[in-house]
């Protein structure tokens, strides 16, 4: 069993492709007053067009429309512009200006982006450059060879021009580099396992309703500069869907398409860092008695035949130690548990929802503790949480509250009141000083209670664990 898989080493290298293209395409240059952004874009995604069409840059073809729909559209937004003017407008203000030679950042760039998708540039695409760049032959050799080693870069001025650019690529590098921790999350059917992990996201990224949704195993790469949800997809072992800014909507309907077998996801995971390693949360299909056993098949064979660091296992606190719940619990303490020695965290779900007037929620995970131990799962960590309050706290810090549905709307105030004074599911001490106003469907609430009762929902002592076990 590889440590590094396939898919590991397909994520790494699409997920860095959209990162670049994004940072490369949000750059600014000025020459004094002069902005010089959109002659640098406008070169550099001409350029670009021309390896993407490029026979001998044989690209797959998720990857070539990809690239093809974003340069159409840059490209689209500049009809002004022509390669010799946009050229010449640079070359101008480095002949007579402060000579930032932004060439050398061109073809810096633009080799990067060779290199991220797996070439060398080729003799004719040296030329190529050459031209449009006006470039003589030995100036343009000079510079190939600079750019394969800043450090030989004496103009200060042109490697002041190289930092923004450097930084990221170093930054981008240092994360590809990182170990992939993976971590299974499973559960029977309506337990809130997709809730679970939007609430390790902070946002309803995955499809949440009462039926069985997860059809495919979705994977969650956590990136701690992530501003937003970037992903692809794959049907079996062919790249298919590459997109650089995911809506709920978009993640909901590549999971109801039927040609779709995986999703891959990066975003920023709450309070789980890259501290060298890299989460990856694996939401797996909701398994269930309805006699079809292909989620439960699906979710077995991933979490058995891919090397796990820990396995969370969602429990529904309203029906806990149900028939099919056991038998998936079976199936995995024999086929990867017992087998791999993965460690399991056991997350009682929907805590909030147990009658206290009928039992406490310690007995509550006291009696599921003695009801595990029984299949093989001796001295379990059991940790109770409120999946949907916690994500409703979190988006409500993170200023999203007028994203809420209106029953979520009519919800919060209740939740607020509930983990603030009369529900601990997490009793740890909590100091904060922002004291800034959130505002909710129009009722304003201090930043420090809604942090407050974000700690109460439970959703903090989990991350710390899986945070404890990937390290």
């Known amino acids: 069993m590889k440590r590094t898989t396939d898919s590991e080493l397909l994520s790494n290298k699409v997920f860095s492709i959209i990162n670049w293209i994004d940072f490369s395409f949000n750059q ?78 061109l073809i810096s760039q633009i080799l990067y982006m060779l290199e991220l998708l797996g070439f060398s540039a080729k003799e004719d695409f040296k030329a190529f450059l050459q031209e449009k760049l006006l470039f003589k032959e030995k100036k343009i ?85 992530s501003q937003k949800l970037i992903g692809f997809t794959m049907n079996d072992s062919k790249l298919t869907n590459i997109e650089n800014n995911l809506s709920e909507k978009d993640v909901d309907s590549w999971n109801s398409n039927s040609d779709i077998t995986r999703i891959f996801l990066q975003g920023d995971l709450d309070n789980i860092g890259n501290n060298g390693v890299v989460v990856a949360v694996h939401d797996t299909p909701g398994t269930n008695n309805s006699g079809d056993n292909t989620h439960h098949r699906i979710t077995v064979d991933f979490l058995s035949t891919h090397k796990m660091d820990a396995i969370v296992f969602v429990v529904n606190a309203e029906h806990r130690c149900a028939t099919d719940e056991k ?72 200023g999203k509250g007028d994203r809420f549905t209106e029953s979520e709307c009519d919800d919060f105030p209740s939740i607020v009141k509930k983990f603030t004074k009369r529900l601990v599911l997490d009793n740890s001490s909590a100091s904060y000083n922002n004291n800034s106003k959130v505002v909710v469907d129009g009722e304003s609430y201090e930043s420090s209670l809604l942090q407050t009762a974000l700690v109460h929902t439970g959703i903090g002592k989990i991350e710390k664990e899986i945070e404890m076990i990937v390290r």
Request: aromatic letters at 12%.
């Open 141 to 225: 050799i000079k510079i190939l060879n600079r750019i394969i080693n800043p450090s030989l870069i004496t103009d200060k001025k042109i490697v002041q021009s190289f930092s923004e650019y450097l930084d990221f690529k170093k930054s981008l590098d240092s994360y590809k580099s990182l170990r992939i921790a993976n971590i299974g999350v499973c559960a029977t059917m309506s337990a809130g396992k997709s809730s679970f992990v939007n609430a390790l996201l902070g946002y309803d990224y995955l499809p949440v309703r009462n039926e069985a949704t997860t059809a495919r195993i979705t994977s969650v790469y956590d990136n701690d500069h």
């Open 327 to 398: 038998a998936l619990l079976k199936e995995l303490y024999e086929k990867a548990v017992s087998v791999q020695n993965i460690p399991v965290i056991f997350v009682l779900n929907k805590a909030d929802s147990i009658d206290k007037e009928k039992e406490s929620i310690d007995t509550a995970i006291n009696q599921y503790k003695e009801y595990i131990a029984e299949i093989g799962f001796t001295n379990a960590k059991v940790l109770p949480v409120s999946a949907k309050a916690a994500r409703l706290l979190k988006m409500a810090l993170k």
């Open 28 to 105: 600014k240059f000025y020459y004094k007053k002069t902005e010089l952004t959109n002659d640098y874009i406008f070169l550099y995604a001409t350029f670009l067009f021309y390896v993407v069409g490029n026979e001998k840059y044989s690209l797959d073809d998720a990857v070539k429309v990809y690239l093809q729909n974003i340069l159409s559209k840059v490209l689209n937004e500049l009809p002004q512009y022509n390669e010799r003017v946009s050229v010449l407008r640079i070359q101008k203000h480095l002949l007579f200006g402060n000579k930032t030679d932004l060439r050398y950042l």
